[in-house]
């Protein structure tokens, strides 16, 4: 079991060290996509990974193209604000895609045009949020999505 988180040009570092700590901790595989907010050896990417950012299985593309070329047949979940339907709707299923663009602007208006039928949100009740901290919400879909394989099975 497990995921294939893709964060698409992250920009904060201790984001990225901490979902890199949540895919080894849910068994699943950190896509990270160029051009980054940062370098890999940052040192706040490892202290928030803590030591385990060794174990952690990653794969990094150059672009956006690259991505989906070589992922062009893989079942995908995009995530924004701008979705109609609700994360806790996917229909979860093992190796599945959690596609999730960076913190500044979220995914591009190309990526959430051409998945509409792929597109979620998570739900903020509040006016004065625009958003959850991206580390957040990939561990709120993540851990939904094993809740719903557990339920499955």
């Known amino acids: 079991m497990g995921y294939n988180i893709v964060l698409i040009e992250p920009e904060i570092p201790m984001n990225t060290g901490n979902i890199g700590r949540l ?3 849910s068994g ?3 896509h990270l996509v160029k051009p980054f907010g940062f370098e890999l050896n940052d ?4 202290r928030a990974g803590l030591d385990y950012w060794k174990h952690i299985s990653l794969r990094i593309y150059e672009n956006v193209e690259e991505f989906f070329e070589m992922n062009k047949d893989k079942k995908m979940a995009f995530f924004s604000s701008h979705g ?3 994360y806790w709707d996917i229909d979860f299923s093992d190796e599945l895609f959690l596609v999730f663009g960076k913190e500044s602007v979220g995914l ?3 990526i959430i045009e051409n998945n509409q039928e792929n597109l979620y949100k ?4 509040s006016e004065h949020i625009r958003s959850l901290n991206l580390a957040n919400a990939v561990s709120v879909v993540v851990y939904e999505g094993i809740r719903n394989l ?3 099975s």
């Open 28 to 30: 699943s595989t950190l």
């Open 84 to 86: 109609e339907k609700q």
């Open 122 to 125: 998570i739900p903020i009740y």
């Open 108 to 110: 591009s208006s190309e």
């Open 23 to 25: 895919s080894l901790a």
């Open 150 to 152: 557990k339920l499955g």
């Open 43 to 46: 040192k706040r990417v490892k």
